[in-house]
């Protein structure tokens, strides 16, 4: 009896030649970029090295689109941002020593955003490996051990032949829920001698489902349909998992409050009746959260910035759903479900009952008052300008980069993202210098549109480098620096707590001189004329630097006191 996926791994008689008759002048680092174009890859990033220059050669004989940025970190960042706009797996190419380790910072950035970065580095010859001191160039005594604590999973390849299945098994577990940065190593001598091995035609690196256990969405149901009042804390794992409407529906349908947390901007419209938006750091929010009689967290692990910086204590009962197990109950006692967001709430919606409460968007309106009459006491007109301007310029379905910046904090609570997967930023690991570089990835992800990066002028100084890549490529990218002459966040944090900040203070160079002398337009704008001046620049293509002189402040915590 004949099986159908016997008939599925029967070669066609194309693919029984082209295995027999392999192309002459082949080698390693072919079977890598094979194996990516044959798993779906489309766009590469990285930056060359004498250990992983057989990777580079294969790429001159392949189709994938290649974007080399200038310091590895960036070019992770790049990856990152790809991967999170697009959901694909985003290859980024690395050398050895210095250049893997300096990737480490944005791999670090991916796994706590969850971003789908499928790293492939180089290593020294077969021969230095073993933990002895050979004396290779760029030589560690085990380089996979840097990455192993930050990574999601780590395939190491001693032969041609493991290449392959090494990159599948390493895309799959990138792309399995949570969705996470990986790293693949190949020693520079297996890269670069001939193979006589077939091409790589079909790859099979498909994810798996993370499915929700049916009794502990049965439980869930039933604690939703019978609770008083209800509140849904949305975060970035339904972003990742394209599940935004069926979390409306589910909310909807329970007449439930929802909060999105910083990485889970967009998951929830922002001027439905049940939005209480994003203000988790008031104790407005915090108030409501707790009253709760049951508290469904979804695609969240209730961390740092979701919880108030942990003062929040919930009162009621808390039903967590979560990809990630091992923020399964964390920092809460909860109804743990581990399993996709959007597999989960397709469950719940299934199972729930209709629960009206047509009391409910009068509640979310009296917290979100509360919350602007703190705010409007504080005299931060400017603050709440400026976001506004960027907000009215940027288009909605274009994506925003923000790096660790005042801005960005005040982005995080009060901008409205309009759409699912359209606002990013560094708050997963919360290194500077991400903001550019992750917009330049998406810029390569989809160049019809334009986005925008936002940087302070410390994070900027970063990414300076990568104007070269932003002209060399023509993204299209327009750069927001919030110049205040220092890192203003940390300013105000020293301020605050020791009466007088140390080692803030940052001698930095002029933006739009710098900017043109790469061939990047720029200009130096107000807060009167910032709309005016970000809209132009987003609507003309390639890159772009506007530069806003401003001293900003943050909003006064709620969770100090």
């Known amino acids: 009896m004949t099986h159908d996926h016997d008939l599925e791994l029967r070669p066609t008689a194309a693919q029984t030649e082209a295995a027999l008759n392999p192309p002459a002048g082949r080698n390693g680092g072919d079977l890598v970029v094979e194996t990516l174009r044959g798993l779906g890859a489309a766009t590469v990033f990285g930056l060359p090295g004498q250990h992983a220059l057989g990777m580079f050669d294969a790429l001159r004989r392949s189709d994938l689109a290649y974007v080399g940025l200038r310091v590895e970190n960036n070019a992770g960042f790049a990856a990152d941002a790809y991967g999170r706009v697009t959901g694909e797996v985003a290859p980024l190419l690395l050398s050895t020593g210095p250049g893997a380790l300096t990737s480490l910072a944005a791999l670090q950035e991916a796994a706590a955003a969850s971003a789908p970065v499928l790293a492939i580095g180089s290593q020294v010859p077969v021969a230095g490996l073993g933990g002895g001191r050979h004396g290779y160039l760029h030589e560690l005594r085990d380089q996979q051990a840097s990455f192993r604590d930050v990574v999601k999973s780590v395939h190491t390849v001693r032969t041609q032949s493991q290449i392959p299945s090494a990159i599948a098994a390493a895309w799959e577990s990138a792309l399995t829920a949570p969705h996470g940065p990986v790293w693949v190593e190949i020693p520079q001598d297996v890269l670069l001698a001939e193979t006589t091995l077939p091409q790589v035609t079909a790859v099979d690196a498909t994810p798996r489902d993370l499915v929700p256990r049916p009794e502990l969405t049965a439980v869930a149901a039933d604690l939703l349909t019978r609770a008083e009042r209800p509140v849904i804390i949305a975060g970035g794992g339904v972003v990742r998992a394209d599940a935004s409407g069926k979390l409306?529906?589910?909310?909807?349908?329970?007449?439930?409050?929802?909060?999105?947390?910083?990485?889970?901007?967009?998951?929830?419209?922002?001027?439905?009746?049940?939005?209480?938006?994003?203000?988790?750091?008031?104790?407005?929010?915090?108030?409501?959260?707790?009253?709760?009689?049951?508290?469904?967290?979804?695609?969240?692990?209730?961390?740092?910035?979701?919880?108030?910086?942990?003062?929040?204590?919930?009162?009621?009962?808390?039903?967590?759903?979560?990809?990630?197990?091992?923020?399964?109950?964390?920092?809460?006692?909860?109804?743990?479900?581990?399993?996709?967001?959007?597999?989960?709430?397709?469950?719940?919606?299934?199972?729930?009952?209709?629960?009206?409460?047509?009391?409910?968007?009068?509640?979310?309106?009296?917290?979100?008052?509360?919350?602007?009459?703190?705010?409007?006491?504080?005299?931060?007109?400017?603050?709440?300008?400026?976001?506004?301007?960027?907000?009215?310029?940027?288009?909605?379905?274009?994506?925003?980069?923000?790096?660790?910046?005042?801005?960005?904090?005040?982005?995080?609570?009060?901008?409205?993202?309009?759409?699912?997967?359209?606002?990013?930023?560094?708050?997963?690991?919360?290194?500077?210098?991400?903001?550019?570089?992750?917009?330049?990835?998406?810029?390569?992800?989809?160049?019809?549109?334009?986005?925008?990066?936002?940087?302070?002028?410390?994070?900027?100084?970063?990414?300076?480098?990568?104007?070269?890549?932003?002209?060399?490529?023509?993204?299209?990218?327009?750069?927001?620096?919030?110049?205040?002459?220092?890192?203003?966040?940390?300013?105000?944090?020293?301020?605050?707590?020791?009466?007088?900040?140390?080692?803030?203070?940052?001698?930095?160079?002029?933006?739009?001189?710098?900017?043109?002398?790469?061939?990047?337009?720029?200009?130096?704008?107000?807060?009167?004329?910032?709309?005016?001046?970000?809209?132009?620049?987003?609507?003309?293509?390639?890159p772009s630097v506007v530069v806003l002189p401003a001293l900003l402040r943050m909003f006064a915590p709620t969770h100090l006191g």
Request: glycine share 10%; no cysteine; hydrophobic share 45%.
């Open 248 to 542: 409306r529906a589910l909310a909807e349908k329970l007449s439930a409050p929802v909060v999105t947390t910083f990485g889970g901007k967009g998951a929830f419209p922002w001027e439905h009746p049940l939005s209480l938006q994003s203000w988790l750091e008031d104790r407005h929010t915090t108030d409501f959260l707790e009253d709760a009689d049951v508290l469904l967290v979804v695609g969240s692990g209730l961390g740092e910035l979701s919880s108030n910086y942990h003062t929040f204590a919930p009162r009621g009962r808390v039903v967590q759903i979560e990809a990630d197990p091992g923020k399964l109950e964390s920092n809460h006692p909860a109804l743990g479900i581990h399993a996709d967001a959007r597999l989960a709430l397709t469950a719940l919606l299934e199972t729930v009952g209709e629960r009206p409460d047509p009391a409910a968007p009068e509640r979310v309106a009296a917290v979100l008052a509360k919350v602007r009459e703190r705010i409007d006491g504080q005299e931060l007109t400017l603050e709440q300008d400026v976001l506004a301007a960027v907000r009215a310029a940027l288009p909605d379905g274009s994506p925003s980069f923000w790096d660790m910046t005042i801005l960005a904090y005040w982005a995080w609570s009060a901008f409205d993202a309009r759409r699912p997967n359209t606002m990013h930023s560094a708050q997963g690991a919360g290194g500077l210098g991400y903001g550019f570089p992750a917009a330049l990835g998406a810029a390569a992800a989809d160049p019809t549109r334009p986005v925008l990066a936002v940087s302070g002028d410390g994070g900027a100084m970063y990414s300076i480098a990568e104007l070269a890549t932003a002209r060399q490529y023509g993204l299209n990218v327009t750069w927001l620096i919030v110049d205040d002459g220092g890192y203003g966040i940390l300013r105000e944090y020293m301020a605050d707590a020791f009466g007088e900040a140390t080692a803030t203070e940052l001698a930095r160079p002029d933006f739009v001189a710098l900017a043109e002398s790469f061939g990047v337009p720029g200009v130096r704008t107000s807060p009167e004329r910032l709309r005016d001046d970000l809209t132009k620049a987003l609507a003309e293509p390639g």
